[in-house]
């Protein structure tokens, strides 16, 4: 049997050194190493005539060198090479910088084959420092070469030589196993999985690559799918939820509000209700932009849970979210006298015993809390509504975890990036779904702008103009958790810290907040924002989620080009929640078309849903926010946007796999099985 799960650092090619930047993009064993996909390829297969070729583009050519290369001394120790060469169309040079070594390569007379970027300037033709084979071989040009996603201090070449022995070693194993059954191959027209395999690396036509990608992207969105189905199969033959009491009316908090709910909000909350007057367990996603007011839809359910004498957990993912949400919950809910307690692991010990305490015997009607309500002594007397806040910050597992602590209570999650309707019906097929569409009336748009660097004067100059009227900045600086950069990222924080409190804005009260410090002092960081002691406050992604500061009304970002879309807009939504006019300045590096597109799109819209249809459009695979922003289960090669085709037939075909076969137990489909476990086991965090 093939061993896939060997440690990579037994290909051939692969040194100490390298198995550490291997293990850095992910690649520890063989699988993953062939499973690491090409982002992109080029051609450089078809050789052009030097005439044909136009200013800027990348083409290969098949030239004669016509004159022995030069090697010039510039300036600063550097050198200049140039090689003379012609074809039947034309001249052109090709000019290297510091390659001297590349002296005895090239012979008068002699065929070669380059791969570069041509500059051509009024028939001039120029190469500057492109990649060559003599012209029988195929190394680096005259073929489809795979471009690969990160690869830090790996070269293209060097990874690509890696793969292709991985691959190697996979044949002299004796080839890989199929993973698909036979009868799905056939159906489909699908082809094998060491064709496809090979193919996706080093398709010698674009068809084959074609064709390796469809079977590749099928397989992995027919396993999503029957994993979710068995995650659905799971919920549906657990026992009967709960029916909570039909004579207790939501209108009643509903008509305490100090505000009118939005229609979405009324049609949200009454599917909600019949849900939980009903005696099926509700399982439902409630999805809404960024202050779109789930928090009152929370609420509502809540009441309705505790006044048919039942206890509600509403998991939130940080301790500032969590104590905001019992403030929101407690201004309504202590009319009704319906108790409500925060958990979180900052609290004392003798509070947090008090707690489990009231909670047990029922006393605690609300709990609302973070990680720290999933400990196996947290118990509930009578728990029957779960609510989980920001939902992605969860996985399936906590969600149970929490669940498991009641008899089938009913389940709502939220969250605040929105997917489109399709794509969430698909991806969270375990789960029903309701949309707040709307946002509550008076709201401003945030006015967003784009700027490069030359503007900062400009921008520092908005930032105190408004803070001279009495409003309060964020700056927002990215940093990459657990990732090679972050320890530059958090100096970044600090060195911009340091520069804004003694130069920029240094007449004001300047405060930075990360990650990285402790629960208390953030706290204590926010709740001084929150009054008002703090005017502008440097921050990294920690004030993404849920922070209702109403007096803030600018937001900077600072290389926003490294944040993804739906991150942005999460971000963004901490300004606009007051009544001024606020506004967001993304301040971005880069000149790339995909760069500027993705800036146009937070600058035009405020939409969640249009933002995150763009980001799925608009994501390249260096994106490293990648899909858990999402909380969309991280793919390897499907792309949600440009599949949703093979999506939507997938799902189809899991359906009809799952209703003749609901245990995957039938020998024809004990491959499916396995690849399902295999998802459980790796990646499914949904
Ligand atoms: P999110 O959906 O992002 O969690 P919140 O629930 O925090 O949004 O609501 C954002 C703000 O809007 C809160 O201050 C909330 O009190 C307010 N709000 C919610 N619903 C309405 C409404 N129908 N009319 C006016 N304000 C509302
Ligand atoms: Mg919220």
């Not at 103009?465 to 958790?481: F, M, T």
């Amino acid at each position: 049997m093939i061993e896939l799960e060997k440690d990579v650092k037994y290909i051939k090619g692969v040194g100490p050194n390298r198995v550490q930047l291997l293990n850095k993009i992910g690649i520890f064993t063989l699988k993953d190493l062939i499973t690491y996909y090409p982002r992109d390829y080029q051609d450089r297969s078809k050789p052009k005539e030097l005439y044909e070729c136009y200013d800027g583009e990348e083409a290969t050519i098949e030239v004669i060198a016509t004159s022995r290369l030069t090697d010039t001394r510039l300036r600063n120790k550097k050198t200049m090479q140039k090689l003379q060469v012609r074809d039947e169309s034309g001249i052109a040079t090709i000019t290297w910088f510091n390659q001297s070594y590349l002296k005895n390569k090239f012979e008068i007379g002699k065929k070669y084959r380059f791969y570069g970027k041509i500059h051509n300037k009024f028939g001039r033709i120029e190469v500057n420092a492109p990649v060559f084979d003599e012209i029988e071989k195929k190394n680096n040009t005259g073929k489809i070469i795979p471009i690969y996603p990160l690869t830090y201090q790996l070269t293209q070449n060097t990874i690509r030589k890696i793969i292709e022995n991985g691959l190697e070693d996979v044949k002299k194993q004796g080839g890989l196993e199929e993973t698909l059954p036979q009868y799905l191959l056939d159906k489909y027209y699908l082809e094998d999985i060491n064709k496809a395999t090979n193919n996706i690396h080093f398709p010698k036509e674009f068809e084959d690559f074609k064709m390796a990608r469809n079977r590749l992207v099928f397989e992995e969105l027919l396993s999503t799918q029957l994993a979710l189905l068995q995650l659905k199969n799971n919920n549906l033959t657990e026992q009967k939820g709960i029916e909570f009491d039909k004579n207790v009316y939501m209108s009643d908090v509903i008509q305490s509000l100090p505000f009118k709910l939005t229609k979405a909000q009324l049609r949200v909350l009454e599917e909600i209700d019949n849900n939980m007057e009903s005696d099926k367990a509700m399982n439902r996603l409630l999805q809404g932009d960024v202050g779109s007011g789930k928090t009152v839809v929370a609420m509502t359910a809540s009441y309705k849970a505790v006044k048919s004498r039942y206890q509600v957990a509403v998991l939130a993912p940080t301790a500032i979210l969590a104590t905001q949400h019992l403030v929101n919950f407690q201004k309504i809910l202590n009319q009704f006298d319906i108790k409500c307690e925060l958990l979180i692991s900052g609290i004392t010990k003798s509070k947090k015993i008090e707690i489990l305490e009231k909670l047990e015997n029922g006393e605690i009607d609300v709990l609302i809390g973070t990680h720290a309500m999933l400990e196996d002594n947290v118990k509930f007397k009578n728990l029957g509504l779960v609510v989980t806040d920001e939902q992605h910050r969860f996985g399936v597992k906590q969600r149970t975890k929490i669940a498991q602590k009641g008899q089938n209570p009913d389940v709502l999650v939220m969250s605040a990036t929105p997917i489109p309707r399709t794509l969430a019906l698909i991806l969270y097929g375990d789960l029903d779904i309701s949309i707040i569409d709307e946002l509550p009336p008076n709201r401003k748009k945030i006015e967003t702008f784009a700027v490069t660097k030359q503007l900062e004067e400009r921008v520092n100059n908005f930032v105190i103009k408004q803070i001279e009227e009495g409003r309060q900045a964020y700056i927002v600086c990215p940093l990459v958790e657990d990732s090679e950069e972050e320890e530059n990222d958090l100096k970044s924080v600090m060195t911009l810290y340091e520069k804004c409190k003694s130069e920029t804005f240094s007449k004001y009260t300047v405060e930075y907040i990360h990650g990285k410090m402790k629960q208390k002092e953030k706290d204590e960081i926010m709740e001084r924002f929150k009054k008002g002691e703090i005017q502008i406050l440097i921050s990294t992604t920690v004030i993404e989620v849920g922070v209702d500061v109403p007096n803030s009304s600018i937001m900077v970002i600072e290389d926003a080009q490294r944040f993804g879309l739906a991150q942005l807009h999460q971000l963004r939504g901490r300004v606009g929640r007051g009544e001024y006019q606020s506004y967001c300045i993304l301040k971005y590096q880069g000149k790339g078309e995909n760069t500027r597109q993705r800036m146009k799109v937070m600058c035009d819209t405020n939409d969640g849903f249009v933002i995150s249809q763009k980001d799925l459009e608009l994501r390249g695979s260096g994106d490293f926010f990648g899909t858990m922003q999402h909380g969309i289960p991280d793919f390897k090669i499907a792309n949600l946007f440009t599949d949703i085709e093979m999506l939507k037939l997938a799902q189809e075909v899991a359906i009809t796999i799952v209703n003749n076969d609901a245990k995957l137990e039938k020998e024809e489909n004990k491959l499916l099985k396995e690849l399902v476990k295999d998802k459980f086991m790796n990646r499914l965090e949904i």
